[in-house]
Nanobody, 121 residues
Framework: QVQLVESGGGLVQPGGSLRLSCAAS????????MGWYRQAPGKQRELVAT???????NYPDSVKGRFTVSRDNAKNTVYLQMNSLKPEDTAVYYC???????????????WGQGTQVTVSS
């Protein structure tokens, strides 16, 4: 069994900052890419940021320069530092990780339960 548990969401004013965390636990052999996605009401889930096991990152233009993704491989944890938040960043944020449960196991995608981020004055 593998679990991804997120924390750090909440309500913040425009221009403010939040930091999300997501810890993976359970029967884990290795973790490939980890990342964050978000889904606003009435919209499709979209990529926010990804980070490979080697530390390479990827962001869409909508968050580039404002959000920073990082990971602690020893703790199986990925973080998302969000600065200069805008009302359009309001969404449920989901953690994602590509996890292998054994040396010869295929990689499977796992998702967290989601954490609400609301940017409003």
């Amino acid at each position: 069994q593998v679990q991804l548990v997120e924390s750090g969401g909440g309500l913040v004013q425009p221009g403010g900052s939040l930091r999300l965390s997501c810890a993976a636990s359970g029967s884990i052999f290795s973790i490939d890419a980890m990342g964050w996605y978000r889904q606003a009401p009435g919209k499709q889930r979209e990529l926010v940021a990804t980070v490979t096991s080697g530390g390479s990152t990827n962001y869409p233009d909508s968050v580039k320069g404002r959000f920073t993704v990082s990971r602690d491989n020893a703790k199986n944890t990925v973080y998302l530092q969000m600065n200069s938040l805008k009302p359009e960043d309001t969404a449920v944020y989901y953690c994602n990780a590509g996890i292998r449960r054994g040396l010869l196991s295929a990689r499977h995608d796992y998702w967290g339960q989601g954490t609400q981020v609301t940017v409003s004055s």
